[in-house]
């Protein structure tokens, strides 16, 4: 504990000293991570609980904090993800140096750390909703770095407002809690007779709305792209997460969940990963398609926890072990994917100048070690084995295998539609992958900015690199980390974290077959090669058509390969064709952005302008309402 409260110390006296030199910052963030990644680790695998209660003269606070084993496996992720970001990004804001103050970028950083880090500890409401406050301040600031731009602007605005809706039902969610014992200390909450469905559903809202489920997931693909990259990978990769681990640790406050919760949250998550890939699979922006494709594993993520609740509510710990231990896994995997994915893509547009899928191509060639790390993070997200992808999915489709063979008619049929859904979704995610990395680095250059394309430095690339190694370690050692995760499964699924050995099993037997699979390919690789020692071999161009020389018209674009998809389900996306000349480009909106809260808060901003003539620009108008209000105020409570 004490070394944690230390790297969050760091991080604060890390954010000031950057405002005097934006290094410094960078130094105290990296320093910081490595400290709590440390601490965090050895929590989680020593299995001890620290606490640390000290009061303050805030109404109904104090500074409550508490490392378990669920605190440290997000502090895990927050501190090594932070820590890895902090390198990339030190390299690449470089390009801003002298255009825009960086140490006020490294500042909301490291604050932004700090925020998460003190969300995952903290064991007050109050305390807890100002960490939550400031990690929505922090990052929203970060959002919005390159402010000059019209769209980064109303990007952080939907951003603020999305976070601050979602606020509004946390604050009524621990008011309920902590009504009946007068305290919001978290072991003091008591629930009313019946109150539980209501305090589950200001949850999944409020919390729901930072991990981005649908549909209230809006604000997601507008911030992710609007903010530098190695924030983007922070946000998608451990931010939103705590929307996660917020509905978790409200889960045990509960009590025993009844079976609604279960299906809720699986008729949530499967929508979320239906929606979130189709969408994804329909962008031309590689970082707008990375941000719909979080949407997408969050619901992976809410399924797993579907599956947990409704294993809990039915009495099959197989079940709800399997389906938190595969939601928390995937938690950990897409931090790693999905950081080199962002982290690639911001080393991309670094290099080219352009994020925009159809002004790309033949990137590999010239960005040879950026393109082979990102083609190793899509494989990952397609979760092909043996790769860390793989083995989250693998659980969830053992949870919905065990839910299809328990003896209850209604978890039959559920089992067998998870088991459609999830095989519905791998898929998108395999086509849409193909087209991130295919349309990027395969082919040839769409148009000039591939032509200056260049790799980053070492502090670019090195960050990637560990990424990728973890989504290799991850896959390789599965068996290992999810006896690891042990008990943070039974601290969430009623003690089902021992009933991980046959799914530890079978995990271990996969690694094998693919370890297998890997010597055989290098053996052949080798063969080849001893084989062709000697003889004369010629490269020439492949034939196609008559055409020796392939030009960009030739190949495939975004819309085009995504098209025989987009078609199919083209009720659900709503697709946009223009045609200028001979070119067709597509444009697909949001759904729940267009067709509910644009006129939702377009019917707000014409019901509030007509309120207008209440500002005469008078202070002493002004005055007089507060004091109106004040009196009024003093009425009823006298009354």
Not at 228 to 254: C, D, E, N, Q
Not at 337 to 344: I, T
Not at 573 to 580: A, K, S, Y
């Amino acid at each position: 504990m004490n070394l944690v409260l230390t790297a969050v110390a760091v991080l604060v006296v890390g954010a000031f000293l950057a405002l005097r030199s934006a290094r410094l910052g960078v130094v105290a963030a990296v320093t910081a991570g490595l400290m709590g990644l440390t601490a965090s680790v050895r929590a989680l695998l020593g299995g001890s609980i620290e606490r640390w209660h000290v009061g303050w003269r805030v109404p109904y606070g104090a500074f409550a904090v508490e490392l378990d084993a669920l605190s440290a496996f997000f502090l895990a992720l927050i501190f090594g993800l932070s820590a890895l970001a902090a390198v990339y990004g030190d390299e690449y804001l470089a390009a801003w140096r002298g255009k825009k103050s960086l140490g006020a970028a490294w500042f909301f950083f490291n604050l932004l750390v700090a925020s998460m880090a003190m969300v995952a500890l903290a064991r007050n409401g109050v305390l807890f909703l100002v960490a939550w406050e400031l990690m929505a301040l922090t990052s929203f600031f970060l959002v919005t770095f390159e402010d000059e731009r019209d769209e980064v602007r109303a990007a952080g605005w939907t951003y603020l407002v999305a976070s601050h809706l979602g606020t509004a039902f946390l604050l009524a969610m621990f008011v309920l809690l902590g009504r009946r014992n007068g305290s919001l200390d978290f072991n003091q909450f008591s629930v009313a007779p019946g109150g539980a469905g209501l305090l589950f559903v200001l949850a999944l809202v409020g919390f729901g709305t930072k991990a981005g489920f649908m549909p209230l997931h809006v604000w997601l693909p507008e911030a992710h792209p609007a903010a530098p990259s190695h924030v983007s990978a922070l946000m998608s990769g451990v931010m939103i997460k705590l929307g996660i681990y917020g509905l978790l640790r409200v889960l045990t406050f509960l009590g025993a969940p009844p079976a609604w919760f279960g299906w809720t949250l699986l008729a949530i998550g499967l929508a979320s990963a239906v929606f979130g890939i189709l969408f994804a699979l329909a962008q031309h922006d590689l970082k707008r398609l990375l941000a719909y494709s979080s949407v997408e594993n969050v619901g992976i993520i809410a399924t797993g926890m579907g599956l947990g609740l409704l294993g809990v509510a039915h009495r099959q710990p197989g079940m709800a072990a399997l389906g938190f231990g595969g939601a928390l896994l995937h938690t950990l995997n897409h931090a790693l994917f999905k950081g080199l994915l962002f982290l690639g893509t911001g080393a991309v547009a670094h290099g080219t100048g352009t994020r925009r899928l159809d002004q790309l191509g033949g990137v590999l060639r010239r960005m040879p070690v950026t393109g082979a790390l990102f083609l190793l993070g899509a494989a990952a997200i397609a979760a092909l084995p043996p790769l860390n992808g793989f083995a989250g999915e693998f659980l969830l489709y053992l949870a919905a295998y065990q839910a299809g063979t328990g003896s209850a008619g209604g978890l039959v049929m559920l089992g067998l539609a998870v088991i459609a859904a999830l095989a519905l979704v791998g898929g998108l995610v395999a086509a849409t992958f193909a087209k991130a990395a295919g349309i990027v680095f395969l082919g040839e250059p769409r148009s000039e900015h591939v032509a200056h394309a260049h790799e980053p430095g070492w502090a670019m690339r090195g960050p990637m690199l560990v990424l990728a190694a973890g989504c290799v370690g991850v896959g390789l050692g599965a068996p290992w980390v999810l006896r690891a995760l042990g008990p943070v499964i039974g601290s969430v699924g009623d003690g089902a974290g021992a009933d991980m050995a046959s799914a530890a099993g079978w995990l271990t037997a996969i690694v094998w077959a693919g370890v297998a699979l890997m010597l055989v390919t290098v053996a052949l690789v080798f063969l080849r090669r001893t084989l062709l020692t000697g003889r004369m071999v010629t490269v020439s161009e492949t034939w196609g058509c008559g055409y020796t020389h392939p030009t960009a018209r030739m190949q495939y674009t975004g819309s085009s390969f995504a098209q025989p998809l987009t078609e199919l389900f083209a009720p659900l996306l709503r697709t946009r064709r223009h045609w200028l000349r001979e070119t067709l480009t597509t444009e697909t909106p949001d759904v729940a952005s267009e067709g509910f809260f644009r006129p939702v808060f377009d019917g707000v901003e014409i019901a509030l302008g007509r309120l207008r003539w209440l500002q005469h620009g008078r202070i002493q108008v002004y005055v007089l309402y507060i004091a109106l209000t004040l009196l009024a105020l003093l009425l009823w409570k006298l009354s």
